[in-house]
């Protein structure tokens, strides 16, 4: 099955829509993805405004 981003909260996904915020919106284009297990302790998290567990694109790497 095709994984799918999000282009509205960058989770990555599979199915008709984002179980994230529910935006049908999304991009099948992964450059880099990132594990965000505890949203509220990674730094990661807070800098891509995660606020969510799962499995997120992330489309720069820096910059
Ligand atoms: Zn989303």
Redesign the pocket.
Known sequence: MTKKV?K??N?IYEGER?P??G?QEYSEEIKGRVIVLDPEKSEIGQKLKINKAGEYAISKTSG
């Open positions: 999000c509205n909260c989770l984002c994230g915020c935006s």
